[in-house]
């Protein structure tokens, strides 16, 4: 299992609620920085891996107190075949993360799509995207510190 996440990496979000808390900060490893979104839900984070495709084992999310996404729905693209309702992603598992300001770590591990579509995590993905249906923070505001997606390519 390995870091699938660096600098690099495409990572497109819902909104932010200035630049000193932007997006960029998801991966930088450093705990001083954070992305923060705008009031309102859902919330996303959309990350993506253009030269290849991975299997996802774990997420780890510390959140700030009081602006934790409480209900996290993960999902990947739906099959061509059946992307014609205008939602083009379909749950794979939802994670319930705490409101408390340490690191928490969500297997995803055996996790498969809903619907009946017959796609796994395990064949592979190019997109995962991790909507915050609930936040902890009465404006819905979403506060994170730290993203890390363990796994491996295929």
Known sequence: MSLLLTPDTPIKVSSTLDKSVGKKHLVDNNP?????????????????????RVVPESVHLTFQ?????TRCAVKVPRLAASA?????????????PEDVNRRQEFSLLNSST????????????DKVRLEFEESSDF??????????????TV
């Open 139 to 152: 404006f819905g505001r979403i506060t994170l510190y730290d993203l890390k997606l363990y796994g491996r």
């Open 65 to 69: 107190g009081g602006f934790v996404g």
């Open 32 to 52: 001083e920085t954070c992305w923060t979104s705008q009031q309102g839900l859902p919330q996303y984070v959309q990350i993506a891996f253009p030269d290849c």
């Open 114 to 125: 809903e619907s009946g579509a017959g796609a796994t995590l395990d064949d592979g993905i």
């Open 84 to 96: 014609g309702d205008g939602d083009n992603w379909q749950l794979v598992t939802r994670i319930f």
